[in-house]
Structures are given as C-alpha cells and as structure tokens.
C-alpha cells in the first residue's frame, strides 16, 4: 500500500469517511433489476477488480499496511437492499444517500459498498457505489462501477474463474516481504519510513482531531450526517454558452458554480465585495512527469482557482474564470475532453475517485472547495439490460471544508452532485437551485434558450 493510501486509511474517522460515492439511477428495463440479478452480475465481473475482494493488514515497524484476500469474502454484506418511504419520491432519494454516504465502511471487510435503492415513484431503481479512497487509486484499482456498466443492453457472459482466496501471510512473512520491497524500491522506502515517522510523531493520527469553527460559510467542524442535492442540466447549454464565449464545457461548469455560490451566499446575508473569492482546487487530467498516475495513460494533478463569487455579472465571472484556466490549456500538457469521454467503460466515477486522492494528497494547499468534474460517454450506456438515465459523484468531505461538488456529463447531460455537512450545510437544496439558475442565467445572456426539460436539484421524477 502507499504511503498515500496508508494515510487515507489512518484518517478515516467517523466524521470523516474517506469514501467516494456514486448515485446511479436505471431505467426500467424488459426484466426488472432485483437484488438477486445484481448479485449474480457482480460475482461474474468481480475478478476484473481483484482488489475489491482484498482487506487491508498492518505490517509491524517497518511498512505501511498490505491488501490480502479476504478469507471469508460474503458478497451479501457488500450488496445490500435499501427502500424508500411511500410514495418514494426524489426528496425520498437524497434524504437516503445523504444518510449512506455519512456511513464509515467496515475496515475489517474489503472497503465497498453497493446499495439497490427500490420504492421510486416511476418504477425506476438506483444504485448507490460506495468504495473507500484508498481502495480505487485509478491505477492498479477501478471502480465498480467501470466494469458493470456496458455499451449495449445485452450483457456478457464472463467465464467463473473459481476464486478462491489466498492463504493470508503470517506477521513475518509481511515483515520479510517488507524489507525487501523497501530494498528494491528504495524511493518507495522513503516514503513508508516517512508515513512510519508521521505515525511515532503523531502527525498522521487515527483521529482527526476537532476543527475550530470559523465564520466562513463553507467552513466548520465537520460533523458524523451528511446531506445529498444534486443539479441536471442540459450539456447543450453549456455549449451554447461556451460557443458564444469561447473556453471550454469545464469553464461554464466552473462558472455556474461560482455564480451558485454566489447567490447562495446572498440569501444567506452574507456580505460580498467585488473582490470576494472562494479558493477552489479542481484536479485534471494532464500528460505530464507529475500528477497521480491513471491506467488509462494520463495523470491527474490539481489545479488551484479562485472563483469570482463577488463578481455581480455572469459573462464577467465566466471571463474571469476562463482566463485564470488559460495557463493550464496552455502549457500543453491537458487532456481533451472527449479524450476522456471516449475512453473504454465508464470511467467517470474512477477518474472522480482519482481526484478526491488529489485533494486528499494536496490538501495543504489551503484551498476551501474541492470540484471535480469529468466528461463521459455521450452514447447510452446500460447495466443488466437496464439503460443509465442519471449519474451523480458524491465526493467526501474533509478537513473543515463543509461542501464538496462532483460533476460527471453523459447522454447529453450535465450530473451535479453535490455533498454538505449536514448541519452546515441545511440549505443544500437553495445552493442547488442558485448552481441551476446561474447557468440559466449565462444561457439567457447569450440570447437563445433551446433547453431540454431540466430538473433542478432532484433526480427527474
């Protein structure tokens, strides 16, 4: 494990999970998902993700902890059944997912989670994917979700291999093995001493301890519940706006949350000046030497940005905000979008849990927000023959940061997901609707409102 893992690990608290999560919802296929199809889906396609039936063991002294298979591995306590309250309305549904993603994984069981949410209104079902951060590091490790959602709605059949687990290492052997990973490795060895030195000092705690409380609206004392809005946008608008401006379909993005922020900050009487300002770290895919590494030939590495929240105009923040990403597209070193959108499965909730490791690994920057947005396939794609209408990131809220936001496109859409500390954050929902109305705002400056129906800051009913 690296030291990076071993830390996320080490500072997963009960106010604190260090856990990404994605809310997906299905539509209502020709035979219905049940809890006993999904089961069965997950144990053939299981062994493309190894690790997810692996537990981390501590290694004595020397070396940060290891992965070993799971000597009584149950799939029934990772997928699990959840039911919404009569009439299972979309208040229903976030209510739910604020309250799983508040959940700490079990750390003496391989760390995911999978929930079938039934009862919705429409007759449609979603899936709530739960891996910790130190499980999907978008190198050796994928999420979940990636290997269970396909191209076409017919599914595959993948060959049982018969797993059977490992006989699990003695102390000794992990030792041994230890001291010789840190032989061959040696820069790798630095660091585990490093994360072992932390340890003796008490700088990489197992509890976390109390933040003061401040007076800035997106900062607390984070507490154990946790809140869930999220907004649905048309993708073409943010084209439109983008075509009209100029930059890229991540600048409106970016720009909406600003001005999102900026209302929301309002109703709440807060005071803002022109000069107002929200230190954002928004990680993105780069080829270059630095970043966090990714099987799909890229690396990923944060960017800081100030967004203009006491900017008044909407065309200026987007302005602003395109010309503080400028150096970035500049230097040559960024991915395309649709680089990424037409990568093999769908990656989006991978390259998600690779950014939340961004944040967690950059989190001295002193930045207020984490944003993480990436582009998926524009094509349909479908799971157990059920077509995949909405997606939603859930991304984990720390330090004193009391808002995290995710944003994932696909289909034709824009998914926001966002999560808040659920005492600081009571008016989530306004926030959404403030992230909803900026971007109506950029679209309506641009003189033309070609807008597919919209939900707000709800799955569609």
Known sequence: MTPLDASLLARDTATQPRQVASLAVLEQGDVPLDHERLVRLIAERIDLVPRYRQVARPVPLLGTP?????QHFDLGLHVRRSA??????????????????????????????????EGMTDGRVALLFKAHQALVDGSETIDLAQVLLEETPHERDLPDDGWSPHPEPTAAQLLARTVRRNVTHPAEGLGVAEFQLRKVL????????????????????LGQSRRFATVSASLDDHRLVRDAHGGTINDVVLAAIAGGLRGWMLTRGEALSP?????????????????????FGTKVRGHLLSLPVGEANPVVRLHQVSYALKGHRETGSAVAANRLAGLPGFATSTFHAVG????EAESGRGYQLLVTNVPGPQDPVYMAGQRLSEVYP???????????????SYAGRVFYGLVGDRDAMRDLDVLAQCIDEALVELVEGVGSRSRAPRGRQRPRR
Do not use: C, F, N
């Open 356 to 359: 939340a490791r961004v944040g």
């Open 66 to 70: 290891v992965w070993v298979d799971d």
């Open 394 to 408: 859930a991304l984990p809220l720390t330090g004193s940061r009391a808002l995290a936001i995710g944003v994932t």
């Open 84 to 117: 919404l309250p009569s009439p299972g309305g979309p208040e229903a549904l976030l209510d739910l997912v604020g309250r799983l993603v508040a959940r700490r994984l079990d750390p003496a069981r391989p760390l995911w989670e999978l929930y079938l949410v």
């Open 275 to 295: 000069g107002t300002r929200v230190r954002a770290l928004v990680p993105m895919s780069v080829d270059a030497e630095d970043g966090l590494p990714t099987t």
């Open 202 to 221: 008490g700088r990489t705690p197992a509890v976390v301890p109390k933040q003061p409380p401040v007076s800035h609206a997106l900062s607390t004392s």
